[in-house]
């Protein structure tokens, strides 16, 4: 099954950011992760699904550029208006991340896909997806992960969710990656539920 932009629109524009399932009032344990990539302050970074998350404003303070994608026009719009982007580091893009990424979208330093890839079910979505992540992420660059453990809920956003561990992201990216680092950690949502996830981080060695 493949994510349907109608339905995220509808989620995006009629929920307050505080109210979603996955909003988290800060980034703190993507930056741990992150604090182990160097060269941060020169990267470029491309987040596949980035909706609403804190994180771009994060990044805007670490990193160089930003690509910020989202398969929800209304997710996007409502990043712009907030966002206070006066050096122009950021560039958005509207698409499923499933299908190819445009051949002038600059490569990625530092991919980090925070709870975007379990959305995809369907075979040939996610074996597009990790194909992406191969073309578009540089020779030595980094790529983060962090998706509903084994052990986590089988739905999100009335959505199934295809969930992951170390051993399937480590085979799903190939022999060209190596894991750098991963840890488990149980995200406590809005409503006061747990939600188990695994947070890794990976190297592209060539």
Same mark, same amino acid.
């Given at each position: 099954?493949?994510?349907?932009?109608?339905?995220?629109? @509808?989620?995006?524009? =009629?929920?307050?950011?505080?109210?979603? =399932?996955?909003?988290?009032?800060?980034?703190?344990?993507?930056?741990?992760? +992150?604090?182990?990539?160097?060269?941060?302050?020169? #990267?470029?970074?491309?987040?596949?699904?980035?909706?609403?998350?804190?994180?771009?404003?994060?990044?805007?303070?670490?990193?160089?550029?930003?690509?910020?994608?989202?398969?929800?026009?209304? @997710?996007?719009?409502?990043?712009?208006?907030?966002?206070?982007?006066?050096?122009?580091?950021?560039?958005?893009?509207?698409?499923?991340?499933?299908?190819?990424l445009p051949r002038?979208?600059?490569?990625?330093?530092?991919?980090?896909?925070?709870?975007?890839?379990?959305?995809?079910?369907?075979?040939? #979505?996610?074996?597009?997806?990790?194909?992406?992540?191969?073309?578009?992420?540089?020779?030595?660059?980094? #790529?983060i992960f962090l998706?509903?453990?084994?052990?986590?809920?089988?739905?999100?956003?009335?959505?199934?969710?295809?969930?992951?561990?170390?051993?399937?992201?480590?085979?799903?990216?190939?022999?060209?990656?190596?894991?750098?680092?991963?840890?488990?950690?149980?995200?406590?949502?809005?409503?006061?539920?747990?939600?188990?996830?695994?947070?890794? +981080?990976?190297?592209?060695?060539?």
């Amino acid at each position: 099954m493949k994510t349907n932009c109608k339905h995220w629109d @509808a989620i995006f524009s =009629g929920t307050e950011d505080q109210d979603l =399932g996955w909003y988290e009032k800060n980034a703190s344990q993507t930056l741990k992760l +992150l604090k182990l990539v160097p060269g941060l302050k020169k #990267a470029r970074v491309f987040i596949p699904g980035a909706g609403t998350s804190v994180l771009i404003e994060e990044l805007l303070l670490k990193c160089a550029e930003i690509t910020v994608n989202d398969i929800s026009a209304e @997710a996007l719009s409502r990043v712009k208006k907030r966002v206070n982007d006066k050096k122009g580091k950021i560039d958005f893009l509207c698409r499923d991340i499933s299908r190819p990424l445009p051949r002038t979208l600059p490569k990625a330093d530092i991919w980090i896909d925070r709870a975007v890839l379990h959305f995809l079910r369907d075979k040939d #979505a996610i074996n597009g997806y990790f194909r992406n992540v191969r073309s578009f992420l540089k020779p030595c660059g980094y #790529a983060i992960f962090l998706e509903f453990s084994k052990t986590g809920a089988s739905k999100c956003a009335g959505l199934p969710l295809h969930r992951y561990s170390v051993a399937e992201l480590s085979k799903k990216l190939g022999p060209s990656f190596e894991l750098i680092s991963h840890f488990d950690y149980t995200f406590i949502n809005p409503n006061g539920d747990p939600r188990p996830y695994i947070y890794t +981080l990976f190297r592209k060695i060539k």
